[in-house]
C-alpha cells in the first residue's frame, strides 16, 4: 500500500492506492498500516486533484478505479452507496431494500462504518430514517460540511 497525505478544506487526508486502485482513505484520527509507503503517485495525485475538486463544488462524480477490501455483503452495501446521487441521501433502511433484504439495515448500518474509502464511495450520504445524521468516521462536522456542499449545487 502507497499512501500520501493531501492538505483539503476538511483538513488532512490521506489517500492510498494498491495495484493501481483506490483502496483507502485515512482522516486524521484514523490509523495509518505501518507497512505503507509515503509516496505520492501519479493516481494517488489525480485521486487528490478530484477530492479538491469535489470540496471546491467543482465536481460531482469520481472516476477513479477503487477497490475497497471487505465481505461480498459490505461490498453490495458500497455498490448501493455510489449510487446514491449527488445532493440527495437514503436512510440505511432505503439501502436494506435496495439490497433485497429490509431487515439488514443495522447490517447495512455497520457496513457503512467500516466503508474504507470515504468521500469516493459516499457513506456521507446515509443518514439516520428520521432523518438524522448519524455517525461518521471523519466526524459528524465533516459529514454535515459534505451534506451541505452538496445541497448548495
Not at 436512510?91 to 468521500?119: H, M
Not at 430514517?129 to 459528524?140: F, K
Amino acid at each position: 500500500m502507497t499512501v500520501f497525505f493531501y492538505d483539503t478544506t476538511i483538513g488532512k487526508i490521506g489517500i492510498a492506492e494498491n495495484n493501481g486502485k483506490i483502496t483507502n482513505v485515512f482522516f486524521k484520527k484514523d490509523d495509518i498500516p505501518k507497512n505503507a509507503q509515503i509516496s505520492e503517485t501519479p493516481l494517488l495525485k489525480e485521486a487528490a486533484d478530484q477530492m479538491n475538486k469535489y470540496l471546491a463544488g467543482e465536481l460531482k462524480t469520481f472516476d477513479l478505479p477503487l477497490d475497497a477490501a471487505g465481505t461480498p455483503f459490505m461490498k453490495q452495501v458500497w455498490q448501493c452507496l455510489t449510487e446514491i446521487p449527488y445532493g440527495e441521501t437514503s436512510s440505511y433502511r432505503d439501502i436494506a431494500e435496495k439490497i433485497d433484504n429490509e431487515k439488514a439495515y443495522r447490517a447495512v448500518g455497520l457496513a457503512n462504518n467500516k466503508n474504507p474509502i470515504p468521500i469516493f464511495i459516499p457513506c456521507h450520504r446515509v443518514i439516520g430514517a428520521d432523518g438524522a445524521l448519524t455517525g461518521y468516521r471523519g466526524g459528524l462536522a465533516v459529514k454535515k460540511m459534505l451534506l451541505e456542499l452538496e445541497k448548495a449545487e
